[in-house]
């Protein structure tokens, strides 16, 4: 048995990873969980799964949480603000951090993981984009495994296993096309908050979201690719699949592409990334090709996503100019 902290346990990469310690308890054991500001679903989630520890980063919502559970016994351990998520983060013997913090606030917590020797399901791209440079040197010191939880990477990590040292020629990142997929560039001047909002094919949280309908959640995306990968920028290509059955390739040095598919499900790269290298039995419904039907591919629009170029010109640019475009 594995015993995970989960750190962003009400959002969506938060919720779907209880589902997979819900699902499987003879495999994971939860220790710790932290959440933003939800008090009324973290304080559901520590009844149901009874962490040893907990925290809720709005220090000021703690007394909210301790009233809400306290008829419980025993009482985990209750904290509060930054610091708390970030003892969360680093407390006891889990194994493994799942980092389903949004944004740079999942930054310090991870650093925290890695520096008490947990293994990382990375699930917060902005800890590689705006601390790449600083997060890497920690994973070689420290020994720990950095595995991706996100479709997209772990699609590559997966498409890697068993690739030799010098065999990887090219990433190529899928990309739905998000809600705007098939506006015209004109029909973009008239784009309200509810409309980006429409994820043609995944369920996910709010920012990420509008980060896809956008296109700068690939951008971000290729710069975390080469961060985890080591893959220069020349070598990493976007391609719009709207259908997001692949969730990306690897193009050998040979030429011969391998991909990864499945269904729009994040739990399957979540659970890999608390598994590996072993494959869990799960009962989820598996990919019918012939459901699936045709899988198409296309060149993305530079014009009506000009936040792709964006990306990619602070992710050359490199030094501090990654978290620069992570903070704007």
């Not at 799942?98 to 930054?107: F, R, Y």
Request: proline share 6%; hydrophobic share 45%.
């Amino acid at each position: 048995m594995k015993k995970i902290t989960l750190l962003g346990s009400t959002g969506s990469i938060g919720t779907q990873t209880l589902d997979i310690v819900n699902q499987y308890p003879e495999q994971f054991q939860l220790v710790g969980l932290a959440a933003g500001r939800n008090v009324e679903m973290l304080a559901a989630q520590i009844r149901q799964f009874r962490p040893i520890i907990a925290a809720i980063r709005d220090q000021e919502r703690l007394p909210e949480l301790k009233a809400a559970i306290a008829d419980l016994d025993p009482q985990p351990i209750l904290l509060g603000g930054e610091a708390g998520v970030v003892e969360v983060a680093r407390y006891g013997d889990a194994e493994a951090v799942v980092t389903g913090i949004v944004g740079c606030a999942g930054l310090l917590p991870t650093i925290a993981a890695i520096e008490a020797g947990k293994d990382i399901a990375l699930a917060n791209k902005e800890t590689l984009i705006a601390g790449g440079p600083v997060v890497l040197p920690l994973v070689e010191k420290h020994g720990i495994k950095l595995l991706p939880a996100d479709s997209e990477h772990s699609a590559i990590f997966q498409c890697l296993q068993g690739v030799p040292a010098g065999g990887l020629r090219r990433i190529i990142l899928t990309a739905s096309g998000g809600a705007f997929r098939d506006w015209s560039v004109d029909k973009l001047t008239s784009v309200k908050v509810a409309d980006a909002l429409k994820h043609p094919n995944w369920s996910m949280g709010r920012k990420i979201t509008v980060d896809s309908a956008t296109l700068m959640n690939k951008g971000l995306e290729v710069i975390e690719a080469h961060f985890l990968f080591g893959m220069d920028y020349d070598h990493i290509d976007i391609v719009i699949h709207p259908q997001s059955i692949i969730h990306s390739l690897i193009e050998l040095q040979d030429t011969s592409v391998l991909a990864q598919l499945g269904w729009p499900d994040m739990r399957l790269p979540l659970l890999y990334s608390l598994s590996w290298p072993e494959r869990i039995y799960t009962d989820w419904e598996p990919l019918d090709l012939v459901k699936a039907g045709n899988l198409t591919f296309r060149e993305p629009d530079h014009q009506k996503y000009p936040c792709m170029n964006i990306a990619d010109a602070a992710g050359r640019a490199g030094g501090s100019m990654p978290a620069v475009l992570n903070a704007a």
